[in-house]
């Protein structure tokens, strides 16, 4: 017990913190009564509410919808976009780009979504499915291309000269080397983008209309007349959600790790006989 | 002149202002083993790049087998490399890596097979076919890389310092190997390093190279004896090289003396560099031999002891004995005139060339 520190009580204290406010939804979703004054008795009154609420299920879907999609195009943009950053040849050209791309992240979603809506009217393009997903897509590309461009960037230079030398074209260079080895961040920008646009809620709610909604801007209307427990029903089963998928995510790198290793200890043992 | 694998003809070639090759011309032939050596800088890795077709060059013809391929894109050139850094795929296995340019070539899965495992028989790495990139060691990434480079039957393998990233011993098993390896497989090798053991240990071939320039060309056992420069005879092995006069053929005046030696065609009381090499001359008592020199420092060094000294012109003396001496002891060095080599200052290849052939 000589490592029980004082930076371990501040450790438990932070995430005590970040999970509380959680727990205390998740608990008062089994809430009998309508409130979340007292605690009144168990029941499953709220999440029955929640699966019979057609136009919540469909939000829930839309936003679904919406997420996939737009980072599913925006990873492919921003994969693109990446690789052209990294084949530019002049210095001033790449760090151009890769500012104007660092612009786009920082600046506060509030512009950017004042900004669509203006841009939106202007052309005349009427507000719902269409806006929705065209600014999603925008503002993950640059989430995107920074996750890709550090694993290009990662690349030795002579393993693309390695393709070439092998007989390769600059298209299977393309899809046999480079894309393959930068699967990782390739992947890992598609989830960064997907919980970016699950999420969004500045965004959404400039340039959403149509009585198109997503879920964050619902929650957020409903909330504006007192939080309806159906919410914390809703919270707790996407939390839960959340929580299999970062276990499932766990799991399956041991198992892949043990897998890689137990083939090297076969491969060694065929060898040494 | 037909077996000319490759020619570089005037090469030049230059990155924004400096100029790193300049006026590059030699030949390789067919079936030998030939190495570009040099300090790091000199331009040797960018002669591979131009052969291998990554670079182009700025002025200046490249032949392959006769034919220009001045701008003719490396997925098309005959050749193949190994890189410094293997560059090996680290998505794909060990075979899928040795396959991979035979699949480019869309060979049939059967033949790919018998390919691939007959490249990895010839690199010792039989059964690691499915093993990944990443649970290799150096010394085995090393072997995948030549497997994946030989397997595509190049008539040109160029290895840009494939050795360099390994440990002392393995280095020295993988240059015996190397040699093995070409000889058997019977194709050129252009091996390009930085190390002048590496060089006379494997090549039929060697171009010393410095500042862009190729300063000597031959045989190890030519280069090592009859170095044409100061550069070269530094660069390559140990030496050591006193300021002298050629008082007339076969005689050469240093350290106050005059010498015996076999070295001619020079003008009369010309200045001259004298090359000896360490290992050429013997310790005797005081007095036996042609100079007397005074012990500075003694390092052991396993096989010899390395010896310096100095004359009573203060010139410094590198000596590689057996037998040991003792600091501050006065010595006589003696050596035999075929020890001495003579250097001029500032000749051409050609002009040494021709000048040897005059008295050879």
Redesign the interface.
Known sequence: MKKWRISNLYLALVFIVLYLPIFYLIFYSFNVGDTMDHFSGFSWRHYATLLSDSRMISIVLNTLIIALLSSLIATIVGTMGALGIYSAKKATVKNGLLSLNNVLMVSPDVIIGASFLIFFTFLGFSLGFGSVLLSHIAFSIPIVVLMVLPKINELPKTMVDAAYDLGASSWQTLTKVILPAITPGIFAGYFMAFTYSLDDFAVTFFVTGNGFSTLSVEIYSRARQGVDLEVNALSTLMFIVSLLLVVGYYLLGRYNQNRRLQRVKAAEAKINQ | MADNVIEFKKVNKSFDETRVLNEIDFEIEAGKFYTLLGPSGCGKTTILRLI???ADVTSGDILFEGQRVNGL????RQ???V???Y??????NVFENVA??LE??KLKKNEIKIKVDEALKLVHLS??G???IA?LSGGQQQRVAIA??IV?EPKVLLLDEPLSALDHKLRKEMQGELRDLQRRLGITFIFVTHDQEEALAMSDQIFVMNAGKILQSGSPVDIYDEPINHFVADFIGESNIIPGKMRQDYIVNFDGQDFECVDAGMKPNEPVEVVIRPEDLDIAPIDTGQVNVTVDTQLFRGVDYQITAHDAMNNEWKINSIHPTKIGQTVALAFDPEDIHIMRYGETEDDFDARLETYD
């Open positions: 291998a077709g990554f894109p490396a997925n098309e050749v193949n490399t890189f410094q850094d560059a090996l795929f680290p998505h794909l991979f340019g480019i070539r059964g690691y499915r093993r990944e649970e994946r480079a595509n």
